[in-house]
């Protein structure tokens, strides 16, 4: 089956750093979702992104499916972003990467 | 508008007993699915729908157990339970599979077997 893997496994970040997630998937994709787990466990849909780029507000995604990556960046960080960022690919039955745990201090 | 609820949120179950995770939406979705998540893992798929009175299976469907009669509600079984069952259930609801889908998650259901 498809491998998805996500780097980094852990980051720390200063309220208003810049930073980048990255999803790896092993075969060609159709669909890619990012999803944020706040610290209470709720997962949310950020991004339906299967290539190209989409903003939303100072969060953006990237999708390269061509070289099997994409990409999440997150601006001028806050304390709310702060929880697990997954990638996931697959439409109605997601494969899940084990995500990066971000860690946003004021 | 619910959306997705699942219950109970908290459950602790003996090895060997049998219970029900409930999960209902209110968004009149075909597809919905349940995931269980390990400790610094993604999630998993358990079992899938795409509509009533059709369910399969996903990577980690022992010791499930589905149905779907009505389009609203999905229900995860819980066989004979065991201690590698220990998990927190998330049940999950979408309209299709098309492009701009929106999947939505219930909050979780934290499940104790000892």
């Known amino acids: 089956g498809i491998q998805v893997e996500q780097s980094p496994p852990d980051l720390i970040l200063q309220e208003g750093a810049n930073s980048t997630l990255r999803c790896n998937f092993s075969?060609?994709?159709?669909?890619l979702q990012w999803f944020h787990q706040n610290p209470w466990g709720q997962l949310i849909n950020l991004f339906y992104?299967?290539?190209g780029t989409k903003q939303n507000g100072r969060l953006s995604a990237t999708t390269v499916a061509t070289e099997r990556y994409s990409l999440l960046y997150i601006s001028s960080s806050q304390t709310t972003d702060s929880g697990v960022y997954f990638c996931a690919v697959g439409a109605h039955k997601l494969i899940f990467g084990t995500g990066t745990r971000l860690q946003v201090f004021p | 508008n619910a959306g997705v609820t699942q219950t109970p949120k908290f459950q602790v179950l003996k090895t060997g007993q049998s219970m029900t995770l409930q999960c209902a939406q209110d968004?009149?979705?075909?597809?919905m699915s349940w995931y269980r998540q390990d400790p610094g893992m993604g999630l998993r798929l358990i079992h899938y729908?795409?509509?009533?009175?059709?369910?399969d299976q996903g990577e980690v469907p022992n010791g499930y157990n589905v149905s779907r009669s009505t389009t609203e509600d999905f229900p995860l079984r819980l066989l004979s339970a065991a201690p590698s069952q220990t998990s927190v259930y998330f049940c999950?609801?979408?309209?299709?599979?098309?492009?701009?889908?929106?999947?939505?998650f219930g909050e979780g259901s934290w499940l104790t077997v000892v």
């Open positions: 999950a609801s979408s309209y299709s599979t098309g492009p701009g889908n929106t999947i939505y």
């Open positions: 075969d060609s994709v159709n669909n």
């Open positions: 992104i299967p290539s």
């Open positions: 968004m009149n979705h075909e597809y």
């Open positions: 729908s795409v509509g009533a009175g059709i369910t």
